[in-house]
T-cell receptor, first 116, second 112 residues
Framework: GAVVSQHPSWVICKSGTSVKIECRSL??????MFWYRQFPKQSLMLMAT?????????EQGVEKDKFLINHASLTLSTLTVTSAHPEDSSFYIC????????????FGPGTRLTVT | GENVEQHPSTLSVQEGDSAVIKCTYS??????FPWYKQELGKRPQLIID?????GEKKDQRIAVTLNKTAKHFSLHITETQPEDSAVYFC???????????FGKGTTLSVSS
């Protein structure tokens, strides 16, 4: 159990367009999901914490109007990169915390975004 | 907020040797310390974790030690194998499911 999926696994988009990335917990309910960004050969940087039914909490320096996060159900969170630019090209990874568990987080396989 | 420092950034060992990676954290409220292994282009995989009420935990060739007073924890891999080659990240988080804060990672290379 504890499988997290992401869709798409990779996407190429033109500068100025928007891209939506989905994160789903397949076999458990996730009250909290986290979104990370990882540049090549770098660590995972927390972007935001997403709680089901409430507004996401963004980390300092992350533009909430650019990275729209919606956690509409206990199994789905979405990240929309609006007006994407080449510097937004990165590996985006979500993780989900199972309802009732405090610590363990289960990671999705990541989404490779390339903005041309 | 929490800050996690990780050393070394790269580590090369011969097959069969041991490897040690060290991390320090800044927030004394942190009480959960997982270690992840990440292969290129893939998701991080949890390899071992430790909570603040435990000083050491072992799982076959992998062990983690925690010194709460000094606010540091270490990953020990014994009898390394080529398939251990990957990037390893330490992380820390506080109670109640707050986000993981990651160290910068260590690229481990095991040569045969």
């Amino acid at each position: 159990g504890a499988v997290v999926s992401q869709h798409p696994s990779w996407v190429i988009c033109k500068s100025g367009t928007s891209v939506k990335i989905e994160c789903r917990s397949l076999d458990f309910q996730a009250t909290t999901m986290f979104w990370y960004r990882q540049f090549p050969k770098q660590s995972l940087m927390l972007m935001a914490t997403s709680n089901e039914g409430s507004k996401a909490t963004y980390e300092q320096g992350v533009e909430k109007d650019k990275f729209l996060i919606n956690h509409a159900s206990l199994t789905l969170s979405t990240l929309t990169v609006t007006s994407a630019h080449p510097e937004d090209s990165s590996f985006y990874i979500c993780s989900a915390r199972r309802a009732g568990q405090f610590h363990e987080q289960y990671f999705g396989p990541g989404t490779r975004l390339t903005v041309t | 907020g929490e800050n996690v420092e990780q050393h070394p950034s790269t580590l090369s060992v011969q097959e069969g040797d041991s490897a040690v990676i060290k991390c320090t954290y800044s927030d004394s409220a942190s009480n959960y310390f997982p270690w992840y292994k990440q292969e290129l282009g893939k998701r991080p995989q949890l390899i071992i974790d430790i909570r603040s009420n435990v000083g050491e935990k072992k799982d076959q060739r992998i062990a983690v030690t925690l010194n709460k007073t000094a606010k540091h924890f270490s990953l020990h891999i014994t009898e390394t194998q080529p398939e251990d080659s990957a990037v390893y990240f330490c992380a820390a988080s506080m109670e109640a499911g707050t986000a993981l804060i990651f160290g910068k990672g260590t690229t481990l290379s095991v040569s045969s």
